[in-house]
């Protein structure tokens, strides 16, 4: 079953623009992780946010957490093609004994 | 450091057999994890084992099954294959878990049963 739900499902935006998505999930959580994954290959570790933190910086990227909403939010500021993938939340619920559920993922269409 | 490597990278295999698919995490990492991937179902996980024990299981039929070596390589089998096990294998090792660190990805098996 899946924990997360993306939105959008797809986005499609011009490069040097800001890719917005946002997930949903259902139950508290201890930590939730973003990942990439490009065409039908592994997935790439984006950001980790603790329950206990609100927003976290990485290169481009901005992640925020509501635990009150139960909802985090990934930015891509100033879009390049090479963004171009699907992109996945996972939380690690409480009392799961670290068992990582992924959402349903945002495919994030750039294009030049 | 290398990366997580998994063979074969492609499989193709008939209703009914069985099949191995195997997993080399990064060096130092003692947890991997196992994930299906379908258009249908999106990323399902499998299981997680840690230095050698299964710690976690996810929703899949006892056709699917696992096992960690005293080197951290596991391996996933799936037995009597079905039309709708074709899907992407995905592994990942951690070194804390799947939960407590990030993880690292292999490429997949993508397996197609006939």
């Known amino acids: 079953s899946q924990q997360g739900e993306e939105d959008p499902q797809a986005l499609s935006i011009q490069e040097g623009e800001n890719a917005t998505m946002n997930c949903s999930y259902k139950t508290s959580i201890n930590n939730l992780q973003w990942y990439r994954q490009n065409s039908g290959r592994g997935l790439v570790h984006l950001i980790l946010i603790r329950s206990n933190e609100r927003e976290k910086h990485s290169g481009r990227l901005r992640v925020t957490l509501d635990t009150s909403k139960k909802s985090s939010s990934l930015l891509i500021t100033a879009s390049r093609a090479a963004d171009t993938a699907s992109y996945f939340c996972a939380t690690d619920a409480t009392g799961t004994a670290s068992k990582l559920t992924f959402g349903t993922g945002t495919r994030l269409q750039v294009t030049l | 450091k290398a990366g997580v490597t998994q063979t074969p990278r492609y499989l193709i295999k008939t209703r009914g057999q069985q099949v191995t698919l195997s997993c080399s995490p990064i060096?130092?990492?003692?947890?991997v994890s196992w994930y299906q991937q379908t258009p249908g179902q999106g990323l399902q996980f499998l299981f997680e084992y840690f230095s050698e024990t299964q710690r976690n299981k996810g929703n899949f039929p006892g056709r699917f099954s696992g096992r960690q070596f005293s080197n951290s390589r596991s391996e996933m089998n799936v037995s009597t294959l079905e039309l709708g096990d074709s899907a992407l294998y995905l592994c990942a090792s951690s070194l804390l878990g799947m939960g407590l660190s990030e993880q690292y990805f292999g490429p997949g098996t993508r397996l197609t049963v006939t």
């Open positions: 060096s130092g990492h003692r947890s």
